[in-house]
C-alpha cells in the first residue's frame, strides 16, 4: 500500500466553500422511499443509501451530502418534493 503526502492546510478542497445536507427522521417515508430518493436525487449507491436510511432512523439525522451551498440547496428543494426532511448546514 502506498501513502499519501498529507495536504497542506492551505489547499484542503475549498472546505470553506462546502456545506452539508442533512436527512432528518420522520414516521412518514418508507425505508424503501428513503432509498430510491438517496439514490435518484444524490448519486448514493444502494447500499449507501440504505446505510445514510438506517443511520437516520437510529440517530434521527445523517448527513448525506456534502457539497457547495448551491448544489445542495437543489437537492434539499428536490428531496423536499419527495417528502423528505432535509436541512442544508
Given at each position: 500500500m502506498t501513502k499519501r503526502a498529507p495536504r497542506p492546510e492551505n489547499n484542503r478542497r475549498g472546505e470553506e466553500n462546502e456545506r452539508t445536507l442533512m436527512l432528518i427522521?420522520?414516521?412518514?417515508n418508507s425505508f424503501d422511499h428513503v432509498i430510491s430518493?438517496?439514490?435518484d436525487v444524490c448519486g448514493?449507491?444502494?447500499?449507501q443509501a440504505e446505510q445514510c436510511a438506517v443511520l437516520t432512523h437510529i440517530k434521527g439525522e445523517c448527513?448525506?451530502?456534502i457539497a457547495d451551498a448551491t448544489t445542495l440547496e437543489t437537492m434539499s428543494a428536490k428531496l423536499r418534493e419527495l417528502?423528505?426532511?432535509t436541512?442544508?448546514?
Open positions: 427522521n420522520d414516521d412518514i430518493s438517496l439514490v448514493h449507491d444502494k447500499i448527513i448525506i451530502k417528502s423528505l426532511e436541512v442544508v448546514i
